[in-house]
């Protein structure tokens, strides 16, 4: 099936400090991607959706200039969480969606830890 | 607004047993639902799906039936292997919201022989 990828798989960094989360498709090209966070015990809460060559768009509560989401090709999308801060610590997990897959399905990548210091 | 609850977990149970997750939605319109599972150190997978009221989707022994009247998909499988220890989502979709999946909490499942 369709393979999802992400890099780093876990990433520690000083408060202040940017950190990029890349989100690959490896065997199929993406127009659409997802970005979510899961706290520990929580779902999985979307956060934008990423469409190759357009402006992401974020859902309610999200601040757009803290998660900078671009979707430059049609297998990479990346997130940017600027000035981090301990309360951006989380699990960040993208998505994929295959275009023209039967019931639309979405492949998930095995998700990135972020712990903000 | 829309919203999957699932039961608590951990489940533990040995292997062979009966497995029941219990999901249950709130939806304004017809959602689409899923159930994915996510090993360790994997992404989620998508285990199944139903796409309308009385559906069964079923896959890898795991099976569920979108039950309208009660809102409901609860996830069986009639014996477990060490193999499914894993965490599950259910999670649905409404029709014409571009993808967008709204997840339950999760349910860990840990199988032991």
């Known amino acids: 099936g369709a393979v999802v990828s992400q890099h780093p798989s876990w990433v520690i960094c000083k408060s202040g400090t940017s950190v990029k989360i890349e989100c690959r498709s490896l065997?199929?090209?993406?127009?659409?991607m997802f970005w979510y966070r899961q706290f520990p015990k929580q779902s999985l809460m979307l956060m934008a959706t990423s469409n190759e060559g357009s402006k992401a768009t974020y859902e309610q509560g999200v601040e757009k200039d803290k998660f900078l989401i671009n979707h430059a090709s049609l297998t990479l999308s990346t997130l940017t969480v600027t000035s981090a801060h301990p309360e951006d610590s989380s699990f960040y997990i993208c998505?994929?969606?295959?275009?023209?897959?039967?019931?639309?399905?979405?492949?998930f990548g095995p998700g990135t830890r972020l712990t903000v210091l | 607004g829309d919203s999957v609850t699932q039961m608590e977990g951990p489940v533990t149970l040995s292997e062979e047993a009966f497995l029941t997750i219990n999901c249950t939605y709130t939806?304004?319109?017809?959602?689409?639902l899923f159930w994915y599972v996510q090993y360790p150190g994997e992404g989620l997978q998508l285990l199944l799906k139903a796409t309308k009221a009385d559906d069964k989707g079923s896959n890898k022994g795991f099976e569920a039936t979108y039950r309208k009247e009660t809102t409901s998909f609860h996830l069986e499988k009639g014996s477990v292997q060490v193999s499914d220890s894993a965490v599950y989502f259910c999670?649905?979709?409404?029709?014409?919201?571009?993808?967008?999946?709204?997840f339950g909490t999760g349910t860990r499942l840990q199988v032991t022989l």
């Open positions: 998505s994929a969606r295959v275009p023209g897959g039967a019931g639309d399905t979405q492949y």
């Open positions: 939806a304004t319109g017809y959602p689409s």
């Open positions: 065997d199929f090209q993406a127009t659409t």
């Open positions: 999670a649905l979709r409404l029709t014409g919201t571009a993808s967008k999946l709204t």
